[in-house]
């Protein structure tokens, strides 16, 4: 789409053909008075909390069940402050919102270093606590009496009713609209990489525990939303409504719908309030229907109606493929040099945001032309690492020049992977020292390392399973989020400058894609690839961000040798473009062809480093491979 398009509401297009298809849905039912307007209406309100789990579980992959406590306390809020102060609704919404972002805030930072089913029992006591709260705290919330008289809505001449009807499905339109820009965002690329793979997502440079707490208090947000409205709509609260049971009858929705497409909460709500309301059967077996659907859901399609929906028309167009000849993704005739281009134009307008450019190595590397040796981007200083007694990596010290491919080998269990885990800050350093790029990287974490120019891949490869081929190198591409606030409001709004950061990225992807010869596989899921292509773009979104440092973990293990030779004319030409490659590798032709230098491990210990020639004959060396 191009800049030019009418105005940012109307530019992300889903969202009105959803409304509009909802509305085609229920206004017939409404006007020949088979559905009732407060169904409708109350939808709009269940809509923004499913939304709020949506973006959690369905983007991010955390269950929350605390999100019925933010609930409670934004329906809380403006009944509280109605009784006390008289305040209008309004303020009592704002109220709500500030209280819950600043719990959010809170219990973010003490839930999110829990792991996932921690989390959820985390949030779970928090919704308990919030219930108990409201049932014994008699004097603020009326306890079991609850509270009522909660102020009205009038806008203009219109009746309160229609004034509140509009307030609600306008809040839940927009909140629709910046949930579905934020989901295709970069933001959303970056929670579904979390969600497959949080330790690869901060190789990317995805700050990992920041996304994850400003994501949740923005879903905790829109809770309160829905909270602050279900008490206007009522005119009264009570805990009984706040009770978590009430949260399954969302979970159903979201579920229903079809989890991680935001518009796939539209369908649950719609199908899960309006269809008992059109019968009575429905109506007055509600619970057994519930349960029945659970089951359905599971067993059936556990990927919802939106899903289902997704999975058929990807089958529809996969057929369409098959009838018209395929014409290859990227402009047809254009030559290396050319996707080179596409990705360098990326990268001159900063999609890789810190430090990515290689203008630092070619000034080493221009540095070491004019005489001197190149200046080293990595020195590693007596480097160790223990587990338990075992001695993984043990007073390790080297260096590696500017510019060049340095292959670290070693039998089985030398400590090569544990070297890779220091350097990236997977593990933490302990002992020693590790310089990167001119940074002391040690106490660093994985993300401020990636951002700093340092990619890697992963011996057992680590893709994000939740995401396309070109997306996962997107990704890598984008440095995933930073996850700050500012970048949430951003991608949200969709403002044109993100817009258009993501194209430039999809083209640069696209563009290295088909420097691995797997363009044509952009847009399948990762897991259709087999073992050996997975590893190429494992290496595709390791460059994708142009690293200064990239650390490549037995890549060439498991592919064939047509791939093989592909991967070495990459190494090859990156090293040219000023790339400093370290690269773990058992294919011993394959290491004597490529390396520079290479650095030897046995026990944890460095046993010998020198140019290829030099390790092939040292006795040390062939002790340690044969045993001798
Ligand atoms: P390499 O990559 O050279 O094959 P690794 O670095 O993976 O070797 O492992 C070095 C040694 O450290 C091995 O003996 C391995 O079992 C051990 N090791 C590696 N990671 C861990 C860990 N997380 N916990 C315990 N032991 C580990
Ligand atoms: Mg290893």
């Not at 028309?313 to 047809?332: I, K, Q, S």
């Amino acid at each position: 789409m191009t800049a030019g398009s009418p105005s940012l509401l109307i530019r992300n297009r889903t969202w009105l053909i959803a409304l509009a298809a909802y509305a085609a849905t229920v206004v017939p039912l409404m006007t020949s008075g088979l559905l009732y307007a407060d169904v409708v209406v109350t939808s709009g309100i269940f809509f923004i909390l499913v939304m709020a789990m949506d973006l959690l579980f369905g983007c991010a992959g955390l269950l929350s069940f605390g999100h019925i406590g933010f609930f409670a306390i934004g329906a809380y809020a403006p009944a509280v402050l109605a009784k006390f102060f008289a305040a209008s609704l309004l303020s009592g919404t704002l109220a709500g919102l500030v209280v819950n972002l600043a719990l959010a805030l809170t219990l973010g930072r003490v839930f999110l270093r829990l792991s996932g089913s921690y989390f959820m029992l985390g949030t779970l006591a928090f919704g308990i606590m919030v219930h108990a709260v409201i049932r014994t705290w008699y004097p603020v919330t009326g306890g079991d009496a609850g509270l009522g008289d909660i102020p009205r809505v009038v806008l203009g001449s219109l009746s309160p009713q229609v004034s509140l009807a509009i307030v609600i499905w306008v809040s839940a339109a927009l909140l629709f609209w910046f949930s579905l820009n934020l989901s295709a965002s970069r933001v959303g690329r970056a929670l579904r990489a979390i969600r497959g793979d949080a330790v690869s997502a901060a190789c990317c440079g995805v700050d990992v525990p920041r996304l994850r707490i400003n994501l949740f208090a923005l879903s905790a947000c829109y809770a309160s939303i829905s909270g602050s409205l279900f008490a206007a709509y009522n005119g009264a609260v009570h805990p009984d409504s706040f009770a978590l049971s009430a949260l399954l009858d969302v979970l159903l929705m979201l579920f229903f719908g079809g989890e991680g497409t935001i518009w796939g909460a539209l369908i649950g709500v719609t199908l899960l309030r309006v269809l008992p309301d059109l019968s009575g059967p429905l109506q007055a077996g509600k619970i057994l229907f519930s349960g029945v659907l659970f089951a359905v859901i599971i067993f059936l399609f556990p990927m919802g109606v939106a899903g289902a929906l997704k999975d058929g028309m990807r089958r529809l167009g996969r057929a369409r493929d098959e009838v018209r000849p395929h014409e290859p993704a990227a402009t047809a005739g254009e030559g290396a040099s050319g996707q080179r281009a596409a990705g360098d134009e990326v990268f001159g307008q900063g999609v890789a945001s810190e430090g990515m450019a290689r203008a630092g190595t070619r000034r080493l590397r221009a540095a070491g032309a004019s005489g001197e040796p190149p200046p080293a981007v990595i020195e590693v200083e007596a480097l160790g690492q223990s587990f338990g007694g075992l001695r993984a990596v043990d007073a390790v010290s080297f260096s590696v020049e500017a510019g060049t491919i340095r292959s670290l080998i070693g039998p089985n269990g030398a400590g090569k992977s544990t070297m890779l885990n220091l350097l990236s800050g997977v593990q933490s350093v302990r002992e020693g020292r590790v310089s990167g790029l001119g940074h002391r990287l040690e106490g660093l974490s994985p993300d401020r390392i990636a951002r700093l120019g340092v990619r890697r891949t992963f011996q057992h490869e680590r893709l994000f399973a939740h995401l396309t081929v070109i997306e996962n190198v997107m990704v890598g591409c984008e440095s995933g989020s930073d996850g700050s606030v500012r970048d949430l409001v951003r991608c949200g709004l969709a403002l044109p400058s993100t817009r258009s950061e993501a194209q430039r990225a999809r083209a640069a992807s696209l563009a290295w894609l088909e420097r691995i010869g797997l363009a044509d596989r952009a847009d399948d899921a990762v897991s259709a690839l087999p073992h050996g292509l997975r590893k190429l773009v494992e290496v595709a979104r390791a460059v994708a961000a142009l690293p200064q440092v990239l650390l490549l973990d037995e890549t060439a293990a498991g592919l064939n040798a047509t791939e093989k030779a592909r991967l070495k004319v990459l190494l090859r030409s990156l090293r040219d473009e000023g790339v400093t490659t370290l690269l773990i590798e058992h294919d011993m032709a394959f290491v004597m062809d490529i390396s520079d230098r290479i650095l030897v491990l046995d026990f944890g210990r460095l046993i010998a480093e020198g140019t290829p020639d030099a390790v092939r004959r040292d006795p040390a060396v062939l002790a340690a491979y044969l045993g001798a």
